[in-house]
């Protein structure tokens, strides 16, 4: 599949507007003239107040292909311009604009052969979710494994369907950094060399590494891959700290 990137901002219809963690929500977008998007890519997304103010941030992009359909997932920020709308106020049936897809760097292809390693923090899982559902959807034989660090269970996007996409070729590797589920075995704290060194694809493997969360999460995590050995060519991040 090959996508242009879109210029032009366009209006899309919320068909749906779910709330998944005590601070997310999950949206899907009707965009009658959006040509598809690859796995990984994301959008430009624009509010305008009544008093004519607009403020556009980007957001990664949860579904992947052809089609009309655009899902997000969105956290809210406190003190955010635009999350705490798209959290709280936007419904079904709402417009909003938005432009993309946008970036081909942090994609992922299914004619790629390589082992994949995805690693997320928090709402960083948005890209790597598309990702994973492509390489269910192309019932790709490539050796995948995502390693997903969030503050507790509650707090975790898409977990049934990361759970029902184990197999043979994808592994699913679980961080909590406040509150761990009753008998996991590992003790609840902030994501460390020993985790990523347990709980990723071996140097020996040359995975392509996806990394993608907040700022501070993605910069400690590409840091510690890099001193494992991973080339730092092999690694591809995608932060987010807007609002």
Sequence with gaps: MVVAIVAGWLVGTVARAMRVTPQGRILVLDVPEWPGNLAGQHLDLRLTAEDGYQAVRSYSIASFGEGTSVELAVDMLPDGEVSPYLVEDVEPGDMLEVRGPLG????????QTEPVQLIAGGSGIVPLVSIARAHRAAASTAKFRMLYSVRAPEDAYYAS?????????????WVYTRTAPEGFARTAGRITRADIEASTLPVADNPLVYVCGPTGFVEAVARILVDLGHPAERIKTERFGGK
């Excluded at 081909?104 to 004619?111: E, I, K, P, T």
């Design 104 to 111: 081909n760097f942090f994609v992922w292809r299914d004619s």
């Design 161 to 173: 369907e990361l759970a029902e996409l184990v197999d043979d070729s994808f592994a699913l590797d």
